[in-house]
């Protein structure tokens, strides 16, 4: 039986089912509840329990990366916080059971964060409903989930992120998940741990049961469910097939990504995070093409604090090791929020208070300090600066003029910087892309974030799920853009890079090559699939190639020969 799903993370797995389910409300009806002391005594040793198990999750901090450290940590946190423990032992109070005051307490946080209308900030509530969870199953006397075995697949409608944060490599082989966003912990987990991942995958244990054969096809979108020998074997051959080609890619992980005639190009990673860097160097990344600063703001409680900034901006540096670093300015507004932050909700958020506009408005707090903590961190790496959002000339020279000014504080105390540190802008925007000649002269390299270029080009809501037929990199006017920026940056000598996800498309690399872009960033994941192409095409012979595709009248013209193109090449 075949069933289909969304692929987070692309691959092949063959392996035995796992189904991870605690029916939490089953359990609480067979409850049998005591006085007020007696529940709230239970909740005390449950408490103590639940928190032991997360000590002794730390104590093994060699086997955890510093991501899954840190969520533990922030779940240590959350178990004792008072206002959810005066929650918990309020409902007590009313009469509750203590198994049922902690579900009660985890629905009024739930609801907190739901209010968030940020969809990174809106996934922590299920950071709550996991401490809520090791809570009930301490009460309940329910066993902690292990894995049992080799090659699991496992299953769940959600996992908790401190589970997940505890699977080993060695044992799971696939994710399928029934809900499940990409921002989600869980799959930020599931994709630095290198799991094939699905989501939206919907299994009923009528179906198929613990223990069962199944094989996970995550390049197609497709689940085999008890699968015949034939398809076993079929698969087996792809998995293999797999290994062999990711060991092949990973032995050239190091070497220079060059064109068949000669140019050579700059493959380099998307984070958002320090600690992304772990794969990105991994698979080889020549640098960093974009660090999304944002998350770190987005993380905190409170605007993190120069120090804190230096900190995060120099470990990439270093960790980037001497190779290219471009961190971006605090990109914030349209779709993310910092509720901190207490901003305004804009009409247009698209078109309103974001970005560099932002950031100029509120230099003292915000922007002053994030660029003095990059130029302190710039004495460890090649730091490079780039602006988000750009619109006119005017809001480059602003920015400029205060890094200049904050160059010569940092020269009165003898502090340490990169003296010639290169400041450039995303071009992201139609008036960007316009004058992209008369930005050239002014911005030391450009980045293209196709994200929202597309987006402002074609007028289309980037996340509008009604308009996003019109949402398309291939759209002729877009690449008509895209093409204009990459030559303005060529005429003036500057480096052209490309952070928006086009920059991973395959049938959009052939195109990039032809229009003369030099660096492609990229999530790690993409990194060794993309290298690989860049060494098949000769930019040269691209050219028709690209002259073909930019004389079509519609997206779906340009898209069918891209993708005819490049099956004949990959065969
Ligand atoms: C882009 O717009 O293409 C981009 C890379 O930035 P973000 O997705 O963070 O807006
Ligand atoms: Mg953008």
Redesign the pocket.
Known sequence: MHKTGNVVVEGVAIGKIQFLNADYEEQIKRYMTGTEEEEKKRYQEAHTLAKDDLDSLLEDRDSLSENEAEIIEAHQLMIDDITFEDAILGYIEQKMSAPSAVLKAVDDFKAMFEEIDDEYLRERQKDIVDVGNRLLRKLLHMKEFSVVGADVILCAKDIEPSIMAGLSEKQVKAILLGSGSKTSHTVIIAKAKGFVTMVGVELDETEIADGDDIIVDAVKGEIILKPSEEELSRYKEQVQKQEEQRKYLMGKAKQPAVTTDGKEILVSANISRPTDMEKAVEYGCHGVG?Y?TEFLFMESAQLPDEEKQVAAYRSVAEQAGGNLCVIRTL?IGGDKEIPYMGLEKDENPFLGYRAIRLCLDRKEDIYKPQLRALLRASAYGNIRIMIPLVTCIDELREAKALIEEIKAELDEKNIAYKKDIQVGIMV?TAAASLIADIFAKEADFFSI?????TQYTMSVDRGNKKVSYLYSTFNPAVLRSIRHIIACGREAGIMVGM??EAASDPMMIPLLLAFGLNEFSMSASAILRARKMVTEYSVEELQAVADKAMSFATTAEVEDYMRKFVEKITG
Request: glycine share 18%.
């Open positions: 974009l999304r990109d992201e974030g196709t994200n929202d270029l952070c928006g």
